[in-house]
């Protein structure tokens, strides 16, 4: 419950922040990378670093290993399809 | 956990899907709404406390300072730059706060208030430049991935708090001490990411200009920059440098972190730099003190000047506590070099503005170059040493100014 009311706060804050500013640009998966992402962190990050395949499977990997992303298997490949089409480098 | 875990991102789902994330972004002034291309002009957005800064990103929240701040001494609380790893920063109670000190190779653990910090022990102040490990980032080619910092990810100010060594005066340090870990009250958003902790290795927690702060600039710390109590580590990288400090540990073991083990570190023998001997691993090292440098902050490159007059040249140059010796000025692309005037010194950990008036003889191109030296004979390369975080951008700059 403390988690949740954690996220709670931060999405209300975080849209009273500006952050709903950032929009990715639509195409398929932008709600998986939307819902994953912005768990952690505003979407801003994203298009900072538009890198190539590679680079974004290897950011998505970090995120998951590293980072304790909880991201499944089946999101991650939508993830890493729609970063690397809409913001390759 | 997976509970847990399912049941989050169910709830970020349904607060997407509720709430409306796209609702959000289409009902959101259409003045500020941007589609995220690569390429972006900067964003100017105001932090509660700040003046508006450049917007590197909103969570966690990640802001420069815009350069024209970089003409004083010392830079203004209100315009000093952001960083976070983590997006959970708590409002802290200067009443509610306490700095708990223990760790393996230390045999009683303590803990303090702030005022017991004000009161009990000698209180100092050292002016030193706070400087991210990423500052102008994005001017590497090619492009590292992390925050694409420009040249304000860093400020100068006047830190005002207790040293370290005299509060660790009050405990029993093991023989077996090795390192010391720091650790702020920020965290991640899940439970699962690694805390930010930082540690250093003994003789520099123990180093004189190594303080527990509560001010800077005369007043209490601002919350985005630490509020109540900030680890002080004068000349050496602001990674070190943990804000909203809550835990100090006394280690006989390296620290193990990702924090420590796997980011901030440079490849080995790449760059002359204080050693951090007890966290060397076979291929790299981690990053320590600041590497000598300079910017130009009153011209930018493009600039045209009209009439053929005497152009000043503003900067600054800094370097890890040896001391600026000299900044040498070119207006021809590096042909020839000249010295700049150093103003005034407000110590060997503190920026040092610089000056230089340049009259330039004809209509035409001028690629003007700065170049600092330190006392230890460090300058900065004509590029960039590569490596893979992108750390120490510490090129000489070219600006072309032309004169019409």
Redesign the interface.
């Given at each position: 419950m403390r988690m949740l009311f954690l996220l709670l706060a931060f999405f209300v804050s975080s849209a009273m922040a500006g952050e709903e500013s950032v929009q990715l640009k639509d195409g398929n998966g932008k709600e998986a990378v939307t819902v994953q992402c912005a768990m952690c962190h505003s979407l801003d990050y994203i298009p900072m670093n538009a890198t190539n395949r590679a680079g974004w499977e290897k950011t998505v990997n970090k995120m998951i290993n590293v980072m304790g992303a909880p991201i499944e298997d089946g999101d991650k490949k939508i993830i890493i399809d729609y970063l690397a089409n809409h913001y390759g480098r | 956990m997976?509970n847990?875990?399912?049941?989050?991102?169910k709830?970020?789902?349904s607060?997407?899907a509720l709430?409306g994330?796209s609702v959000?972004?289409q009902s959101?002034l259409a003045a500020?709404?941007?589609?995220?291309?690569?390429q972006?002009s900067p964003i100017l957005?105001t932090?509660e406390g700040k003046k508006p800064l450049i917007?590197?990103?909103?969570?966690?929240p990640n802001y420069e300072t815009p350069v024209n701040y970089f003409d004083t001494a010392f830079t203004p609380n209100e315009a000093f730059f952001v960083r976070y790893h983590h997006?959970?920063i708590p409002k802290i109670n200067a009443n509610d706060w306490r700095l708990h000190i223990g760790g393996d190779a230390l045999s009683k653990p303590l803990e303090f208030t702030l005022e017991q910090l004000r009161n009990e022990f000698e209180i100092v102040e050292i002016a030193a430049l706070c400087l991210c490990a990423g500052n102008r980032r994005s001017l590497f080619q090619p492009?590292v991935?992390?925050?694409?910092w420009g040249s304000g990810a860093m400020g100068n100010a006047r830190w005002r708090g207790v040293r370290l060594r005299d509060v660790f005066a009050r405990a029993n340090i093991d023989k077996t001490a090795l390192e010391v870990s720091f650790d702020g009250a920020d965290s991640?958003?899940?439970?699962?990411?690694?805390d930010f902790i930082k540690s250093l290795p003994l003789a520099k927690a123990l180093d004189e200009n190594t303080l527990i702060a509560f001010e800077m600039n005369g007043e209490p710390l601002p919350h985005w920059n630490g509020f109540p109590a900030r680890l002080i580590v004068a000349g050496w990288v602001a990674t070190y440098w943990i804000k909203h400090l809550t835990t100090i540990n006394v280690l006989s073991k390296p620290a193990n972190n990702?924090w420590m083990q796997?980011a901030y570190r440079l490849p080995k023998d790449r760059f002359t730099a204080e050693q951090f001997d007890s966290q060397v691993s076979e291929t790299t090292v981690p990053i320590t003190d600041i590497a000598v440098n300079s910017l130009v902050t009153n011209l930018t490159d493009g600039q045209v000047i009209t009439g053929i007059k005497p152009v000043d040249i503003k900067g600054l140059a800094w370097d890890g506590g040896d001391g600026i010796v000299s900044v040498e000025i070119s207006t021809d692309a590096g042909n020839s070099w000249q010295p700049a005037a150093l103003m005034q010194n407000h110590g060997r950990f503190s920026w040092r503005h610089w000056r230089y008036s340049f009259t330039p003889k004809a209509a035409g191109e001028y690629t003007i170059m700065a170049r600092a030296s330190s006392h230890s004979g460090m300058s900065q390369p004509l590029v960039a040493v590569a490596n893979p975080s992108g750390y120490h951008h510490n090129a000489v700059q070219k600006i072309t100014i032309k004169v019409v």
């Open positions: - | 997976m847990r875990r399912r049941f989050i991102k709830t970020v789902a607060l997407v709430s994330w959000l972004q959101a500020n709404l941007v589609t995220m291309d690569s972006e957005d932090l917007k590197q990103t909103f969570r966690p997006a959970q492009p991935a992390g925050i694409q991640g958003i899940l439970r699962t990411t690694p990702f796997t």
